[in-house]
Every structure is written in structure tokens, then in C-alpha cells.
């Protein structure tokens, strides 16, 4: 096949002038290398294009590919996940990974809690937060957590998204809505253990990669898988590959984690993070149907890793469940 590779360079956008927070979640020149790298071991001929403006430049002057692989994050609007999927529908071409209405729900954490908990899946009491004139109606009581309604990879997560009192989520919530210019999404906060849990495949047939718990080291940001944390993750943190039939909580969260990804319709592979409350019960908090793929830095390859998966197969695996789906459509 041709495969043509869409994404956002984080080095082009810091060179035009971007600042290293809102470039975080895009991707390093050696992400799309190793891409490219595995494709084309599997026979494939690749073509670069870029991002959203340059793959419009490239549909409008003829060029076409059998699949897109898309790993475009997009960078205005609270839909931006979306735009890649968007305008390669408009123009009927394939791609891997979700389609347009799934990354603008997911993108927006409140929204997809909110089909979660519709459908069953146990998730924090929460609330979306548009004003600071709002925290005075929070329905329930501390500890809160907060963070930004539609950032990844940690952006606006740190110690400080840990509100102990009720008096401290005005000032807490502030500080997000000047910084993000965007809703903040308040939850209770859960003080339990962590997990980050890989999903290949689609509908039916996804399946449960494997999972990793998160153990946060001395060096650390106490209490949160922050920005920090992850970027600095070789020294700061701890994963752990558990299974399902050996721990009870984990099999559980594995099954919070694949009812999740199927309701939402995400497609060929991704992670849904999950945490416990309390009393020890796994609590859904988000889904990741753009997850980094990065081969030593991002979470989904770290857990191939542990089972041994080589990122080549992983890729691999990517391709063939879009081959699939492509193939039942047709």
C-alpha cells in the first residue's frame, strides 16, 4: 500500500514560535522516523505530508493515498483531534485510528464522562466549570481535582490539581481558566492506584492489550501523573505490568477500560486510564484514541515493552485492524 503520515511536528511549531506547553503534545521527529521505519519493513511505500494545512494543500493539488496513518493532534480549537479525520472523509480516504465525532468527544473529558456514566461505566462525580462564577454551585465536596476539559499528555496537571478545601477551587479553577482559556473539568478526587490500559482493535473485536499500574517515585511530583512526571517519567516513575487473572482490581479495571472504548466507538488502538477511589474501585477517567506512540518514551509502546511486543508488530497491528475495517466497509 501507500501510506501517507499525517501528524504535527512539535520541533516545526516551536521553531515558528510556539512555546514548549502548547506544543506537548505533539510529536518528535523520531515518533514519525520510527513510523515510517516499521511501515516500510512491512513492504509499504510512505509519503510524509504533515499536518492539517499541508494534507489539504496535498488532497486539493490530486494527491491520494490507500491509508492514512494519522497521528495529527491538531492545534486550534476544542476539536482540533478531529480535523485530520475530517478532511480525509471529505475526500474519502482511509486512515487509521478514530473518525471525526470520536476525537472531538474524547478530546473534551467532561462530554465523554458524561456517555460514559450514561452507559454504566463507574467514573468520578464530576463537573465542568465554564465561569469562576461557577464553582459556587459544586454539588458535591473535597477533595477535588481539576484540570483543563480538553488537554492531554498532563498539560495543567500538577500538585496544585489537588484541592484539599472547598475554599481553595475558586482561586484553583482561576488559575486554569486564565491560563488554558478553556472549561476546567472538577472531579472528586480519587486517591487510588493507577492504571494505564492499552486497547487494540475495534467494536467487538478490541481487546485488551495489557496494563500497566503507575507508582510515582521519591524525585516525583507527589500524588499525580503530572506534565512533569511524564515527561521526566525515566527517573519519577514506576510501571508495573499486571494481569487481569492475578489481580482482582486490575481485571476489573480491564473491564471498565474495553466497555468504555467500545461505547465510544474508538477504533484500532489506544489507552483508557483508570484510577480507584477510595474504597478501592476502579473509576473510569479518560480515554486515549490518539495515543502517543513515541518506541521508548509514550505509554502504549511502553506496554508492548513489557509483554514483549516489538514496536515493529505494533505498528503492524495498527495497519491491519484499519485494513479491516476498510475492507468490511467496502
Known amino acids: 500500500m501507500k501510506i501517507g503520515l499525517t501528524f504535527d511536528l512539535r520541533s ?68 482540533r483531534e478531529a480535523q485530520v479525520p475530517a478532511i480525509l472523509d471529505l475526500y474519502e480516504v482511509a486512515y487509521t485510528f478514530s473518525d471525526p465525532l470520536v476525537m472531538s468527544l474524547t478530546l473534551h473529558k467532561g462530554m465523554t464522562k458524561r456517555v460514559v456514566r450514561d452507559a454504566g461505566v ?53 488559575r486554569l481558566l486564565e491560563a488554558y482559556r478553556q472549561p476546567v473539568l472538577v472531579e472528586s478526587y480519587l486517591p487510588g492506584r493507577e492504571f494505564t490500559i492499552g486497547i487494540l482493535g475495534t467494536g467487538p473485536t478490541a481487546e485488551v492489550l495489557g496494563t500497566i499500574e503507575v507508582h510515582l517515585l521519591a524525585q ?37 477500560a474495553l466497555k468504555a472504548w467500545r461505547i465510544l466507538g474508538c477504533r484500532d488502538a489506544g489507552r483508557v486510564d483508570i484510577r480507584c477511589d477510595a474504597q478501592g474501585k476502579p473509576q473510569f477517567m479518560e480515554v486515549n484514541p490518539l495515543a502517543g506512540i513515541h518506541p521508548g518514551h509514550s505509554d502504549l509502546p511502553i506496554i508492548c515493552s513489557y509483554l514483549h511486543i516489538p514496536y515493529q508488530s505494533l505498528i503492524e497491528r495498527i495497519v491491519v485492524s484499519a485494513a479491516r475495517r476498510i475492507a468490511k466497509k467496502r
Request: hydrophobic share 40%; with cysteine.
Open 12 to 79: 516545526e511549531y516551536l521553531a515558528a514560535g510556539y512555546t514548549e506547553d502548547e506544543t506537548a503534545e505533539f510529536d518528535r521527529d523520531d515518533t514519525v522516523e520510527a513510523i515510517e521505519t516499521a511501515l516500510r519493513r512491512m513492504g509499504h511505500e510512505t509519503e510524509r505530508i504533515g499536518n492539517a494545512k499541508q494534507l489539504a494543500a496535498a488532497l486539493v493539488a490530486g494527491q491520494r493515498w490507500d491509508l492514512v496513518f494519522n497521528i495529527a493532534e491538531g492545534m486550534h480549537g476544542i476539536g
Open 122 to 174: 463507574p467514573t468520578a462525580d464530576f463537573v465542568v466549570f465554564q465561569t469562576p462564577e461557577d464553582v459556587a454551585v459544586c454539588p458535591f465536596g473535597p477533595p477535588f481535582f481539576v484540570k483543563p476539559v480538553a488537554e492531554g499528555t498532563g498539560k495543567g496537571v500538577s500538585p496544585q490539581s489537588i484541592v484539599r478545601e472547598r475554599k481553595g477551587l475558586l482561586a484553583a479553577c482561576e
Open 220 to 256: 516525583a511530583e507527589p500524588e499525580v501523573y503530572s506534565y512533569v512526571n511524564k515527561e521526566h517519567f525515566e527517573d519519577r516513575v514506576a510501571y508495573r505490568l499486571l494481569r487481569g487473572q492475578d489481580d482482582r482490581v486490575v481485571g476489573e479495571a480491564e473491564a471498565i
